[in-house]
């Protein structure tokens, strides 16, 4: 059956759209765009007061499957994305066992492309089992289908490793994603280290561990003359070590999350384990920095680092509460509470946030809707506040710092390869 989407105001910079447009979806695809448009028979979406925008892209998600299905699986994982508007994700390979083999990479596409409602794009391990010692057979996870490597969870603890893995991945034209931790300064520390480390009598985790890395990355990048990808930049002095190594032209791409530039580590006080997460929420200069490393182009994407953990995992002394946070269902709304009512990005920008450069990264033809290609589409308000209910999470995991947190922005249908998947805010 055609789709049509009527009276809705289209923002795709990538297309160079920005206005009122009608879009006729067929076949799974973008039919045409234009004005006035009708169809005989169709499905017909009215999105008049609404923003059409390409389907969300994420880069940077824990489906947990295969081996922590109590935590999410693809189904129950996508669906939750599916809720937040995003119709492609990509999966770090933190599973168990890891994807960092082609048997593991196969599963997971298979089984979204029976259980999942979007899109979903492996990454596979840089190390053999996670572990930092061994590079996996990068060649073989491209071909099963792995769009990016990371060790994401762990920092890869050997430079000279990390330079090999660029060094690769370059040559197999896919993405390193370094999680830029240096273990030795962390030192098991639980949250950022400051004032409320300090007054918690928690140990702190000092910005300088993400910071050490982020510059050791930018370093091997431009030795091996590679592009390298920075996952959740949390710190103030991250954001100016890439924005200085951007003006070198180093090839450099970064990624925050929606915890980063939403929350502080005042977020923890009370020993609030829903707060915990690596990197940790650090100070208000830092979320500061990181909205203007948004603005200025700095921080290329959001991405959720979707990170479902059983509430047993968190109903517990905050040493030892698993790290994460559960981010799909709220990225939508905190970007648009955070950053495009205040000001800080305009709605063009945060399709680049969230749409166009997690593609590009990615390599993946998505971030726009284009005649003849997939239609991969988000209708959102931008107007409407809900207060979050973490309950009515589709994820299997509830962990979130914002249940009760009045957010503006709403997502009213996800359409993914021309299949409505929500419709009118409600999950099919
Ligand atoms: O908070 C986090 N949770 N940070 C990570 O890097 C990994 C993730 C997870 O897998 O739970
Ligand atoms: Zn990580």
Not at 140 to 145: C, P, V, W
Request: aromatic residues 6%.
């Amino acid at each position: 059956m055609k789709i049509l989407i009527k009276n809705g105001y289209l923002v795709d910079p990538k297309a160079n759209r920005n206005g009122l447009y009608d879009i006729i979806i067929d076949e799974g695809k973008v039919w045409e765009i234009g004005n006035n448009l009708e169809v005989s028979g169709g499905d017909i979406i009215d999105a008049s007061g609404k923003y059409v925008l390409p389907g969300f892209v994420d880069a940077h998600c824990h489906l947990r499957d295969p081996g922590f299905e109590y935590k999410e699986d693809i189904e129950s994982g996508t669906r939750s994305a599916a809720a937040g508007g995003f119709t492609s994700i990509a999966c770090m390979p933190n599973t168990n066992p890891p994807a960092d083999n082609e048997a593991v990479i196969k599963y997971i596409l298979n089984k979204a492309k029976h259980e999942g409602v979007i899109n979903v794009f492996p990454i596979g391990a840089i190390s053999k089992g996670l572990k930092g010692e061994e590079l996996s057979e990068i060649g073989e996870l491209k071909f099963a289908g792995a769009v990016a490597i990371s060790d994401d969870g762990r920092p890869v603890k050997s430079a000279s490793l990390m330079k090999k893995a660029m060094l690769y991945a370059s040559m197999f034209d896919i993405t390193v994603i370094s999680h830029c931790e240096d273990l030795e300064l962390a030192d098991e520390g639980v949250m950022n280290e400051g004032y409320y480390s300090t007054v918690m009598g928690l140990k702190g985790i000092p910005a300088a561990a993400e910071e050490v890395m982020v510059s050791r990355e930018l370093i091997l990048s431009e030795y091996t003359g590679t592009p390298v990808h920075i996952a959740h930049v949390s710190t103030e002095l991250s954001v100016e070590l890439i924005r200085n190594a951007k003006k070198r032209g180093v090839n450099v791409t970064a990624e925050t999350c929606p915890h980063y530039f939403s929350l502080t580590d005042e977020a923890c006080d009370g020993f609030n384990t829903l707060a915990k997460v690596n990197p940790p929420l650090r100070t208000k200069k830092d979320a500061a920095a990181i909205i203007e490393g948004l603005r200025d182009g700095t921080i290329d994407i959001i991405a959720t680092d979707h990170a479902p953990h059983h509430l047993d995992e968190k109903n517990v002394e905050f040493n030892i509460a698993a790290n994460g946070i559960v981010g799909f269902e709220t990225a939508l709304p905190l970007a648009v509470t955070y950053l495009v009512k205040p000001g800080h990005l305009t709605m063009e920008q945060l399709v680049h946030k969230l749409c166009v450069n997690p593609s590009k990264i990615l390599g993946l033809s998505k971030g726009s809707i284009e005649v003849g290609q997939a239609a991969d589409i988000t209708i959102i308000d931008v107007n409407e506040v809900n207060t979050v209910n973490v309950a009515k999470f589709k994820s299997k995991s509830k962990n979130s710092p914002y249940d009760g947190f009045k957010l503006t922005g709403a997502v009213y249908y996800t359409i993914v390869n021309g299949k409505v998947v929500v419709r009118e805010k409600v999950l099919l």
